[in-house]
T-cell receptor, first 116, second 107 residues
């Protein structure tokens, strides 16, 4: 497609439920990033893939957060046993091979998660 | 520390130029300087990036100091649609966003 597509756009979960957020990157973009953005804050890095390899997951806040990209295209961010502090917008971004940062990221519109 | 320093907010009038400053005093020689902006309820949008030389594109200009410890994003004629949060980021591996500058444009 023309841009990065994220679904669902809005998700309301009860505390303790599991959620899955999907990201469809731009075709041909081998690098994929997930960010978390709390209200009024800048995006915070969660994890980074190059093709199907997860090269950096240092930003995942706990072992309840898990991301995968099994075929090097679509990615899913899964949050188990959601807590209220998980409420945020989850942003996905993709690019050509990231490397030294000469390329640019294209972001999706985000998935807004509200945990009650 | 991969973060940059920007003013919390700035204001401008429509059709006037806007200069958004950014300090990145600990930047290394291989870090690119990226600018993104975020409109309400949208994901960040790429604006411009550069390494050493000044850069121009259809959206903006980027002026990079000779010592690369600071840079300025220049919007030549602000419009109401330019009202957004502007993020200045060093490409220290992954992009690390700070709080950004909230730009308000007055009609």
């Amino acid at each position: 497609g023309a841009g990065v597509s994220q679904s669902p756009r809005y998700k309301v979960a009860k505390r303790g439920q599991d959620v899955a957020l999907r990201c469809d990157p731009i075709s041909g973009h081998v690098s994929l990033f997930w960010y978390q953005q709390a209200l009024g804050q800048g995006p915070e890095f969660l994890t980074y893939f190059q093709n199907e390899a997860q090269l950096d997951k240092s930003g995942l806040p706990s072992d309840r957060f898990f991301a995968e990209r099994p075929e090097g295209s679509v990615s899913t961010l899964k949050i188990q046993r959601t807590q209220q502090e998980d409420s945020a917008v989850y942003l996905c971004a993709s690019s050509y091979p990231w490397g030294a940062g000469a390329n640019v990221l294209t972001f999706g519109a985000g998935s807004r998660l509200t945990v009650l | 520390d991969a973060k940059t320093t920007q003013p919390n907010s700035m204001e401008s009038n429509e059709e006037e130029p806007v200069h958004l400053p950014c300090n990145h005093s600990t930047i290394s020689g291989t870090d690119y300087i990226h600018w993104y902006r975020q409109l309400p309820s949208q994901g960040p949008e790429y604006v411009i990036h550069g390494l050493t030389s000044n850069v121009n594109n259809r959206m903006a200009s980027l002026a990079i100091a000779e010592d690369r410890k600071s840079s300025t994003l220049i919007l030549h004629r602000a419009t109401l649609r330019d009202a957004a949060v502007y993020y200045c980021i060093r490409s220290y591996g992954k992009l690390t966003f700070g709080q950004g500058t909230i730009l308000t444009v007055h009609p």
